[in-house]
């Protein structure tokens, strides 16, 4: 592999690396939201609760007495009452359910982010060690340039210790991908 196409292949897992960290940006934003949705709900729906004290305490203080039935009207109150606490936990569920599969987006584009980023690296080794492999070699009596100095054997061989280290933690990481239920749909 020619320098030229390994520092082309560098520039496109910068830009893959670059759209996919704002692909993540955006999936965090999306779970935070639905985070913050799940717990308005959850607050709404104890709101309504608490409402239905206050029905209580109205009855008790006599203001339905223009409704005709007093209890009849309390116990309509409160079943609505109840079918709006109803729906806001069903609504809080569902940001529940959207909040965990943001957070699995989210896991799977930092995932994305580490394979493309260890690509880039494993590219960039290539580079190095072609332009040292590219370097003129002095010969025995050759003194218009030495060899390779000990700074560069010793940068050659900690990034192929890198390399090593990478691909053994690399391979470490592949993971089964945990499946994901989805919920029926009601007809």
């Not at 609505?80 to 599969?101: C, Q, T």
Request: aromatic share 2%; proline share 3%.
């Amino acid at each position: 592999m020619t320098i030229e196409k390994a520092e082309l292949k560098i520039a496109a897992a910068n830009d893959i690396g670059a759209s996919i960290e704002d692909s993540m940006e955006a999936a965090k934003a999306a779970m935070n939201a639905h985070s913050g949705a799940e717990q308005a709900f959850a607050e709404a729906a104890k709101a309504c609760i608490a409402l239905q004290e206050h029905v209580t305490k109205d009855l008790e203080e006599g203001k339905f007495e223009e409704f005709g039935d007093p209890l009849a009207a309390a116990a309509e109150i409160k079943r609505w009452l109840n079918r709006a606490a109803e729906a806001n936990l069903n609504l809080k569920n569902r940001a529940m359910v959207s909040a965990a599969a943001a957070r699995g987006a989210v896991d799977a584009l930092e995932k994305s982010v580490k394979l493309v980023d260890n690509y880039r690296r494993v590219q960039v080794g290539h580079v190095a060690e072609a332009r040292l492999a590219k370097a003129p070699q002095a010969e025995a009596g050759d003194s218009a340039r030495p060899g390779m100095s000990i700074k560069q054997q010793r940068l050659l061989e900690e990034q192929r210790e890198r390399e090593a280290a990478e691909a053994a933690a690399s391979a470490e990481t592949k993971e089964k991908p945990i499946p994901i239920k989805r919920a029926k749909k009601k007809r």
